[in-house]
């Protein structure tokens, strides 16, 4: 958990924002939804709430702005259109900029000149003022303000559309110097009276009138956009000798439908607080309301009974409050489910459990030496307890993809318009989960694939309609899980990579001779050479012929590989395979030529015993024959030239290991079985290594390397001559 | 050797008033080398070395020093010396070395260092030391921190940073690698 408020606050804000960012994206389709406007109104307030406790008062003042605007939005006095997203999104990046300004600088209370002016434009621009005749929004802006009025208006007809007023003043009303008539009058200053009844049914036969008393009450019409608590506000002076019943016109009442509908349901208030909050109620009337219900205890009548009694409030505003209330509920005690922790302590609740699990092995390998029974049970017992709990640590480390996705929705967004191309983004397979720590490396590598595609990839309109294809490019996103690894792709219907092209560069840059033979899949793979661009011109996003390889080197760190295909005028696919933790996997030992390897076990399909006359040798390649299917393999000793004095062993094993669709054999001296494999890193002065993921220390104390089969594979299919391999040492 | 080991926990101040350093001396293929003494981490007996497949000579395997995976380079190997035999004598120096040249505040990645002998503590004063020659020399001048003037006769100080750059390890070992997928070009 984070103790220090600021780093909370960071926090909170990045949160905040990136909820504001998409719901902003989102809005692009369905400008009206009330949640989204909702969320931009709560970032923007939240943030302006929690920036004035600390101080921070350019952020108040900037977010203050524009949660005034956001909440012109929300009640519909204006409507959103695409320039203003785009100046809302621009509001957003500010904000941050704020933040950081803020927390870097010395003084909170105050940032750069630069950037307060740089606020002052937004703000400059996103209410812009309105210009001398007040008549002209109205006519300038159909669907907003003006036309609300408008249409309220005319529904003036509407007998039932404004507010019902009943005054019922006390006989002392007069005497205290109270004059209905200028309340009346003051009224009129806030709307239209539209209509007025005087109920005179409490004069008294005139023997018994006192001229003195006031025995009038009034029923009236009364038009206004004011709330409710204003006009409550009107007869302040008189609420002791007066009472006062305000039901809202059934306008309002969908109002505070839709009100109640947005309010979040991150806290849960009261009934009464709920109906405050919306306008539907005032203090005062919760407060009377609430005394009433204590004073009459008896009869426990509820709150909203007793609102809906008092002509305070209509019965449909009350149940659809008590409806929010109880979804409220639910979603609070959801919310309590989840601790907010420190990365950090997860990473070292990880390592510790790594090293519980390489203790447990140590604990077997004692206890089988004893041989004893009773002690085999318990360390059973405990291995299994200790399989639990390393599967529940890596499983809280554990994020869904779809975050990192609904980020580009932003890049695809701003760089599509700057590109001038029309680009959808489709995202599939969101809830896709991966190790947090993978998941932040991976930012960088499909930020720039991303981009790419959007650059090199998709065409333009006019040219994507000259091709026959719809003007509106797509990239796709998709994740997926696939035996033991994640497949993350990025998928574009654009034009495609050129197979010449690539080649005729790489060959003038040298990385490829011109009599070599590629396949179409091995000539994609040299544009993760390294100082390989096909865009002969360099633009600002992309082209400058630095990326790819970093691409892959970034893939690469995270024992990672990544694959390239297109069809010319169809698209490209870059698809990425990934490990799905980074920590501890369940691993398959066996011993080669006195050394021990690990295999990832998600990737072995299985073990079979084999003669030495099984395996052929068909020309320069080898392959075993496995039940009638023809299997290419390498025999690990030989291929990692291990010079053992040991003869070549009568009886061999072949573990066979998938690798993407297809399957290769390893030929190993022995098996040892399944293991829990915590991953050690081999350090800088290995990251070139292939074939070789890392290292993982085993019960006796030894190390044993987890062994890379993708890579391994790859350096097999590249040179087919694993026994010509010398060995050194 | 114990006498060693406990005057480097007992982390006596290595320097003293007169500017003079202290340097642990050790033996590889015959020659006497010796390293600054506050680069010196830690001294253990070989141990388990579990090799490393396609990496150059000079990279003799890795280690489990109480859980973590250390790399130990040979550094007979890495002098061009050849590769050292292991005897009862042999021992790992553990020394620590920036992981990164270019980011002079970057991490530090511990490596060990075989040597066929450990030998003893010197001190040598500033005035006693003298720049490496330009040629002469029969390793790498690069590798060379100074000459140490001792007894009439000088010993080389080594450049912890350059014989064990990781870097350089992790470049040579990619052309190995390289070297090592293409045989026929071996």
Same mark, same amino acid.
């Not at chain 2, 280690?63 to 130990?72: E, H, P, Q, S």
């Not at chain 2, 553990?94 to 030998?119: H, K, T, Y």
């Not at chain 2, 690069?142 to 080389?156: K, R, T």
């Given at each position: 958990m984070t103790n220090d408020p600021r780093e909370a606050f960071v926090q909170e804000v990045d949160e905040l924002l990136e909820a504001m960012e998409s719901a902003l994206l989102s809005l692009e389709e369905t400008p009206e939804d009330p949640e989204l406007l909702h969320t931009l109104f709560r970032a923007m307030h939240t943030i302006k709430g929690t920036a004035g406790v600390f101080g921070f008062d350019p952020i108040v003042d900037f977010t203050h702005r524009v949660e005034g605007v956001v909440d012109g939005l929300r009640s519909g006095e204006r409507a959103l259109d695409e320039p203003l997203i785009a100046i809302l999104l621009s509001c957003r990046d500010h904000t941050l900029a704020l933040v950081q300004a803020v927390l870097e600088g010395e003084d909170p209370s105050q940032v750069s000149a630069d950037l307060l002016g740089r606020g002052?434009?937004?703000?400059?621009?996103?209410?812009?003022?309105?210009?001398?005749?007040?008549?002209?929004?109205?006519? *300038?802006?159909p669907d907003g303000y003006g036309a609300a009025k408008v249409e309220k208006l005319a529904g003036r007809e509407a007998a039932d559309d404004y507010w019902i007023i009943s005054l019922g003043f006390g006989p002392d009303a007069l005497r205290n110097g109270m004059d209905p008539l200028s309340f009346l009058r003051y009224l009129g200053s806030l709307g239209e009276i539209v209509d007025i009844a005087t109920r005179t049914d409490r004069l008294p036969p005139l023997a018994d009138f006192d001229p003195e008393s006031c025995y009038l009450s009034f029923q009236i019409g009364f038009q206004s956009d004011a709330d409710k608590a204003t006009i409550e506000g009107v007869f302040q002076f008189a609420e002791d000798d007066c009472e006062i019943d305000i039901l809202p016109p059934r306008s309002k009442i969908e109002e505070?439908?839709? +009100?109640?509908?947005? @309010?979040?349901?991150?806290?849960?208030? $009261? @009934?009464?607080?709920?109906?405050?909050? !919306?306008?539907?109620?005032?203090?005062?009337?919760?407060?009377?309301?609430?005394?009433?219900?204590?004073?009459?205890?008896?009869?426990?009548?509820? +709150?909203?009974?007793?609102?809906?009694?008092?002509?305070?409030?209509?019965?449909?505003?009350?149940?659809?409050?008590?409806?929010?209330?109880?979804?409220s509920k639910s979603r609070v005690a959801q919310e309590g489910r989840y601790i907010r922790v420190d990365a950090l302590r997860l990473g070292q609740l990880i390592t510790q459990v790594g090293e519980l699990v390489i203790n447990t092995a140590a604990m077997r390998v004692a206890v089988q030496r004893r041989d004893t029974d009773d002690l085999q049970e318990v360390v059973e017992r405990v291995e299994a307890l200790v399989g639990d709990i390393r599967d529940n640590a890596l499983q809280l480390r554990m994020v869904q993809i779809g975050e990192t996705f609904s980020r580009f929705r932003r890049v695809v967004r701003d760089v599509s318009k700057e590109l001038g191309k029309e680009i959808d983004l489709v995202v599939t397979g969101g809830e896709t989960e991966l190790d947090k720590t993978v998941v932040e490396k991976l930012n960088d590598p499909l930020t720039h694939l991303v981009r790419n595609a959007m650059d090199h990839g998709i065409e333009t309109p006019q040219e994507r309609l000259a091709c026959g294809k719809p003007a509106k490019g797509t990239l796709q996103l998709n994740a997926y899980h696939d035996s033991g690894r994640i497949l993350v792709e990025i998928r574009d219907d654009g034009a495609g990579l050129d197979p010449q092209r690539i080649r005729a560069k790489a060959e003038a840059r040298g990385l490829v001779e011109p009599e070599r033979n590629l396949t179409p899949q091995e000539t994609f793979r040299l544009i993760f050479e390294p100082g390989l661009s096909t865009k002969d011109e360099a633009s600002s996003l992309s082209g400058r012929g630095v990326g790819m390889d970093v691409v892959r080197r970034n893939i690469e760190a995270l024992r990672g590989s990544i694959e390239l295909d297109s069809q010319p005028g169809q698209g490209t696919k870059v698809s990425i395979s990934l490990p799905l933790t980074l920590a501890i996997i369940d691993g398959f030992l066996v011993g080669a030529g006195g050394e021990q390897y690990v295999i990832p076990l998600a990737q072995v399909a299985e073990c079979v015993e084999i003669g030495r006359e099984q395996a052929l040798t068909h020309g320069d390649r080898h392959h075993v024959n496995l039940r009638g299917e023809v299997l290419p393999y390498l025999r690990l000793k030989e291929f990692f030239g291990i010079r053992s004095g040991a003869a070549r062993k009568l009886r061999e094993s072949l573990v066979v290991v998938r690798v993407g669709h297809a399957k290769v054999g390893l030929i190993v001296d022995e098996l040892h079985g399944e293991l829990q494999t915590v991953i050690?890193?081999?350090?800088?002065? /290995?990251? %070139?290594?292939?074939?070789?993921?890392?290292? &993982?220390?085993?019960?006796?104390?030894?190390?044993?390397?987890?062994?890379?089969?993708?890579?391994? &594979?790859?350096?097999?299919?590249a040179h087919p001559q694993p026994q010509a391999v010398s060995g050194r040492h | 050797m114990k006498d060693l080991t406990t005057r480097l926990a007992s982390g006596e101040?290595? *320097?003293?008033?007169?500017?003079?350093?202290?340097? +642990?001396? /050790?033996?590889?293929?015959?020659?006497?080398?010796?390293?600054?003494?506050?680069?010196?981490?830690?001294? !253990?007996?070989?141990?388990?070395?579990? =090799?490393?497949?396609?990496?150059?000579?000079?990279?003799?395997?890795?280690? #489990?020093?109480?859980? $973590?995976?250390?790399?130990?380079?040979?550094?007979?190997?890495? +002098?061009?010396?050849?590769?050292? &035999?292991?005897?009862? $004598?042999?021992?790992?120096? @553990?020394?620590?070395?920036?992981? #990164?040249?270019?980011?002079? %505040?970057?991490?530090?990645?511990?490596?060990?260092?075989?040597?066929?002998?450990? #030998?003893?503590?010197?001190?040598?004063?500033?005035?006693?030391?003298?720049?490496?020659?330009?040629?002469? &020399?029969?390793?790498?001048?690069? /590798?060379?921190?100074?000459?140490?003037?001792?007894?009439?006769? /000088?010993?080389?100080?080594?450049?912890? %940073?350059?014989?064990?750059?990781?870097?350089?390890?992790? $470049?040579?070992?990619?052309?190995?690698?390289?070297?090592?997928? =293409?045989?026929?070009?071996?």
């Open positions: 002052q434009q937004l703000l400059d621009r996103l209410c812009p003022e309105p210009v001398g005749d007040l008549t002209a929004p109205v006519a *300038s802006a505070y439908l839709a +009100l109640l509908d947005d @309010l979040p349901e991150a806290q849960v208030q $009261r @009934l009464g607080e709920i109906l405050v909050k !919306i306008g539907a109620l005032t203090e005062k009337e919760v407060a009377q309301a609430l005394a009433a219900q204590a004073a009459d205890q008896a009869s426990a009548r509820p +709150l909203g009974e007793i609102l809906v009694g008092r002509h305070d409030i209509q019965r449909s505003i009350v149940e659809q409050a008590l409806d929010k209330q109880e979804k050690k890193p081999l350090g800088r002065v /290995f990251e %070139n290594l292939k074939g070789v993921a890392g290292a &993982t220390v085993l019960g006796t104390g030894d190390i044993a390397l987890i062994l890379d089969v993708q890579q391994l &594979t790859a350096l097999l299919q | 101040p290595a *320097s003293g008033d007169d500017g003079a350093s202290q340097y +642990l001396t /050790f033996r590889v293929a015959d020659e006497r080398y010796a390293i600054d003494i506050l680069d010196v981490k830690e001294i !253990i007996e070989v141990g388990r070395l579990t =090799r490393v497949p396609m990496t150059p000579d000079h990279i003799r395997g890795v280690i #489990n020093l109480r859980g $973590r995976v250390v790399a130990v380079v040979d550094l007979g190997a890495r +002098l061009g010396k050849g590769v050292s &035999t292991l005897t009862k $004598r042999s021992s790992i120096v @553990l020394v620590e070395v920036a992981s #990164n040249e270019v980011e002079a %505040n970057g991490e530090q990645q511990l490596l060990g260092m075989l040597v066929d002998e450990v #030998n003893e503590i010197l001190e040598i004063a500033a005035d006693h030391l003298q720049p490496a020659p330009d040629f002469g &020399t029969e390793i790498r001048t690069d /590798f060379i921190h100074a000459m140490g003037e001792v007894d009439e006769g /000088f010993i080389i100080l080594l450049d912890v %940073n350059h014989v064990l750059s990781v870097d350089e390890l992790a $470049r040579l070992g990619e052309m190995a690698a390289a070297a090592t997928e =293409r045989p026929a070009e071996v």
